[in-house]
């Protein structure tokens, strides 16, 4: 967004806050009048003048001190947020002091026990995802890109593996980090609606008497009622850094208050439909997503929040619409009944959803007791004896019982839901057989790794020294691709295989996010070996019993995707050769789980809105002192790589500009360093990739020039010795946000 457009977007706002009575009513109390511009600070003279331009209609003329000033201030006063506070919320100032009064107060905080934060606890990277509240009996209401993160599926046939989402209902300013009695696991997700920004998660535990009022009124009647956005935003890197810490005082990730006024809706792409959502202008950020936008005078929840453009609308779905779809209206607490619409059929009916959801008919809803104590402590998980169950790139469930000459019991769990519970509701609903990986081994087809995949960047495969390429397998003449002897090129990745250690150099591929499709889970997952090199520089099934597990280099989710289900589904099944695949240890695969999400945190929140695309580039970090691993079954030994490695380039949204992002996966480099035992198990660090060429041998080209860590100066940036006694620069990544693009 330019200065001007970004003026004139301003401008809008503040106007709209104003009303009647013009632009200069915004302005704080205590700034003084135009006359008295002495006595007032210079962060004062800012407003006033940026005001002064704006009524002018000089929008060109605008500072970038000004345009602060405004932003920071007057929006600070006039669409403040407050911290949830014990069984409260701070006072709110003027405009809005008509909420500290004990009616509103008691009103509010009756509601605040019911609203929590969804928290992914199997993902490091991207630690919670968004905000929910009681719906129903047992339900919770979010987003469905808040559920997307943890499931699979629209309509009611989802797929999600128990125990990768939660909620916690209270992570306020003043919890202890050790408190978790308002700490829940969702059970399953019982519905992703395929036309609103909507999901329903069924959460065991909650109490049953008491769920939120979900408001049956048109956002038509709604307009310009005072309403909160209740949940816990988080920092954006889209926008204003020093300005969210105005705003927000550098305080994330916890239960806040937000006043706004509901606006005229407004038309907005939502996924793959344009929707007519109701609009707020509540300071709300990323971590807002899943909100509950709650009518000051009734206490009821109007909408359920889900996007907003910076200055121009906050977009949220309107509780009278879910009223109004019968699949929807029979499960949740809505106060009172309205006719049903076939506006939605539609886009449930392009699922073939209607025989697994058909429209229910219409009955009273629930009648909770006003909530009024805090939810319970939930019971602990049950624990199946003898059983573990590890996140790696692929899911995989092992039996670590008695010893026993036979090798361990390996079956694929990649994500499914729980089946003790719902193989009956499956066959009900006439849910398709699982498929099994299929490869077509006709490699003639396969285009492989693009190097011009992103927009003005070309970003080749990084080049081999020529000792490497003593030791890289070579493809068979009649196989080879662009006259290169090494690549093993597949349906979006390529690899080149280092033949003495019988695993990947690198694996590259080409991510296009607003392609992917949905391909269903898989069973019966089989691995292949390759036929374009030698059976001997791969590794084959034999190595993969006794502790050490499979893992994919190149993702299976990353290459998912095509201009229909047949592509995408075969560039998933093209991800199942064992050329992409690494020996893991088991107790490195215990930590490994900082990996997942790390794409799909750098795609949403840094690639550019309108074409989400990136390369990702991976691989093991040899090692002379890798320890070498051989079974009974194997005819040779092999050492498994204890690190790895991966490069992540975009075109960055803010800016439009190449940004090179280099990790790596391991726990050698830090564990000895004061403090980090405590913290790390294994811990995932930024480095700069000239040190990663170092360490890897491989040269990454022009990757160097848009690496932006390497310019220094992030917080949590370490100087330190590598084995060999030089210096290396290295951030250790605990969350998404810490990572520097």
């Known amino acids: 967004m330019d200065k001007l457009e970004r003026a004139k977007r301003l401008k809008n706002m503040l106007s709209q806050i104003a009303g009647s009575r013009g632009l200069e009513s915004v302005a704080p109390a205590g700034l003084g009048t135009s006359g008295g511009l002495e006595s007032v600070s210079p962060e004062g003279t800012n407003v006033r003048s940026g005001l002064e331009k704006l009524a002018d209609n000089r929008h060109q003329d605008i500072t970038p001190n000004e345009m602060f000033g405004l932003e920071a201030i007057v929006m600070k006063e006039n669409r403040p947020v407050v911290f949830v506070r014990g069984n409260s919320y701070d006072d709110v100032g003027n405009p809005w002091s ?16 019911l609203i929590g934060r969804i928290e992914l606890p199997n993902s490091t990277l991207v630690p919670y995802a968004g905000t929910g509240f009681v719906v129903g009996k047992g339900l919770i209401a979010t987003n469905r890109h808040v559920a997307q993160e943890f499931s699979r599926g629209l309509g009611v046939t989802i797929q999600y593996r128990g125990g990768d989402a939660a909620i916690d209902f209270k992570r306020q300013v003043d919890t202890p980090e050790d408190d978790h009695t308002a700490y829940l696991t969702v059970r399953g997700v019982e519905m992703i609606h395929p036309y609103w920004d909507m999901a329903l998660l069924q959460v065991d535990g909650l109490p049953t008497d008491q769920m939120l009022r979900l408001s049956v009124r048109s956002p038509e009647d709604l307009v310009n009622h005072n309403v909160v956005a209740v949940g816990y935003p988080a920092p954006d890197p889209r926008n204003d850094v020093a300005l969210q810490d105005k705003i927000f005082g550098g305080v994330y990730y916890v239960k806040r208050l937000q006043p706004g006024v509901v606006r005229a809706r407004a038309q907005v792409q939502s996924f793959e439909n344009e929707v007519n959502a109701m609009t707020h202008d509540a300071s709300t950020l990323g971590g807002n997503s899943g909100s509950a936008i709650i009518d000051v005078d009734s206490g009821e929840v109007v909408a359920l929040h889900f996007a907003g453009e910076y200055l121009k609308a906050n977009y949220a779905v309107p509780m009278f619409e879910l009223a109004r779809d019968s699949r929807v209206a029979s499960k949740l607490n809505f106060d009172g009944q309205i006719a049903a619409t076939s506006d939605f059929d539609p886009a449930w009916r392009s699922l073939g959803a209607e025989a697994t959801a058909a429209p229910a008919q219409a009955s009273p809803p629930p009648q909770p007791s006003a909530p009024s104590a805090p939810l319970q402590s939930p019971q602990a998980p049950t624990h199946v004896e003898g059983e573990s169950t590890w996140i790696i790139p692929l899911w995989v469930t092992v039996s670590v019982g008695t010893p026993s000459r036979s090798s361990p019991t390996v079956r694929s769990v990649e994500p499914a839901v729980d089946q003790t519970a719902t193989l009956a509701s499956e066959a009900e609903l006439g849910v398709e057989a699982e498929e099994a990986v299929v490869v077509n081994q006709d490699y003639s087809d396969r285009p492989g790794y693009d190097p011009n995949f992103l927009d003005n960047l070309k970003v080749p495969l990084p080049s081999l020294s020529e000792a490497m390429k003593q030791d890289t397998a070579t493809v068979r003449p009649d196989a080879q691709r662009n006259g290169d002897p090494y690549e ?7 690899v080149y295989l280092n033949k003495r250690r019988r695993t990947a150099w690198f694996s590259a591929a080409n991510i296009d996010g607003d392609k992917r499709q949905p391909i269903g889970k898989r069973e019966g997952d089989r691995w292949y070996l390759d036929t374009r090199v030698d059976r001997s520089e791969q590794l084959g099934q034999e190595a993969y019993e006794h502790g050490i597990d499979r893992g994919h280099l190149t993702r299976r989710d990353d290459t998912a995707w095509g201009d229909d289900v047949k592509s995408a589904t075969a560039a998933n099944n093209d991800t199942f050769h064992f050329t992409n695949c690494a020996l893991q240890a088991s107790p490195f695969n215990r930590g490994k789980d900082r990996w997942q999400g790390l794409e799909q945190f750098l795609l949403e929140q840094h690639a550019k809105k309108d074409r989400r695309r990136m390369t990702v580039i991976t691989g093991p970090l040899f090692s002379p002192n890798d320890p070498v691993y051989k079974n009974d079954r194997m005819k040779y030994s092999v050492r498994c790589p204890l690190q790895y490695w991966k490069v992540c380039v975009l075109i960055r949204r803010k800016d439009d500009t190449p ?17 980090f035992e405590a913290v790390f198990d294994v811990a995932a660090t930024q480095i700069k990739i000239e040190d990663l060429e170092k360490k890897t041998g491989l040269d990454f080209g022009r990757l160097r020039e848009f690496d932006h860590f390497a310019r220094g100066g992030a917080p949590g940036t370490l100087e330190m010795p590598t084995a060999a006694g030089a210096r290396q620069t290295v951030k250790a990544i605990r969350s998404g946000p810490d990572i520097v693009i």
């Open 488 to 494: 093993l090129a597949y349906y979006h990745y390529s």
């Open 659 to 675: 940004a090179a992002t280099g990790f790596i996966l391991g726990q050698e480099d830090i564990q000895d360093l004061p403090g």
């Open 98 to 113: 008509g909420l500290n009064t004990p009616q509103v107060k008691t009103r509010l905080s009756s509601l605040f026990p």
